[in-house]
């Protein structure tokens, strides 16, 4: 059964820090992947996803990601945080058909000046 | 242009009563999704619509849920003899086409009393 784990529910980090969160996937095939962004009172944004080519994805806001296949992980980063990148983190996995779309259970980023 | 909408925002309603949740997807998305998101949780797919093919319903928790699709557009959920433990925000998400990004509405926080 596919699933997707994300190892840290939260994570601080100081603002012009670098940032990774971790994401592994299990899936049998191969995945799509996707990061999706929930900032505080707002609605769920995709920030970059994967499904084939370039294992090293751009993504919006300055976020990218990359897949490797032989550590089932899309790890997500952006070399310097900005306190508006606050907001909860999710990774998800859906099957080649694309339509059910399995989310981890999210990683809450916290920004300090 | 319209996003994904929701309605209501909110809904509280007492223990052992039926709700209907409405969602209404951007116009021309073939796929509709809805998922569950409860406190501090990721998010939990529920059912998927796409097009005219029977709906992917393997994530509703039990047979009190129920969703349909008129006209291939807009989507009720329905919770029959509400339980507490069903007070969450219910998301409902859209899109082109299988694989694509997912277009989340605002969601619909429902509190069970």
């Known amino acids: 059964a596919q699933s997707v784990t994300q190892p840290d529910i939260h994570i601080t980090v100081s603002e012009g820090a670098s940032l990774e969160l971790r994401c592994n996937y299990s899936y049998g095939a191969t995945p799509y992947l996707f990061w999706y962004v929930q900032s505080p009172g707002q609605g769920l944004q995709l920030l970059l996803k994967?499904?084939?080519?370039?294992?090293l994805v751009q993504g919006i806001k300055g976020f990218e990601a990359e897949f490797k296949r032989s550590q089932s992980s899309f790890n997500l980063r952006k070399p310097s945080v900005h306190w508006s990148d606050a907001a909860e983190y999710f990774c998800a996995v859906s099957n080649t058909g694309g339509f059910k779309t399995i989310f981890g259970a999210g990683t809450r980023l916290f920004v300090k000046a | 242009g319209a996003g994904v909408s929701q309605s209501p925002s909110n809904k509280v309603t007492e223990k052992g009563k039926d709700v209907e949740l409405r969602c209404d997807p951007i116009s021309g998305h073939t796929a509709l999704y809805w998922y569950r998101q409860s406190l501090g949780q990721g998010l939990e797919f529920l059912i998927y619509f796409q097009g005219n093919s029977a709906p992917d319903k393997s994530g509703l928790p039990s047979d009190r849920f129920s969703a349909e699709r008129t006209g291939g557009s807009v989507s009720t959920l329905t919770i029959q003899r509400t339980q507490q433990e069903d007070s969450a925000v219910y998301l409902c998400a859209s899109s082109l086409e299988q694989g694509n990004e997912q277009f989340f509405g605002p969601g619909t926080r429902l509190t069970v009393l």
């Open positions: 994967y499904f084939s080519g370039d294992t």
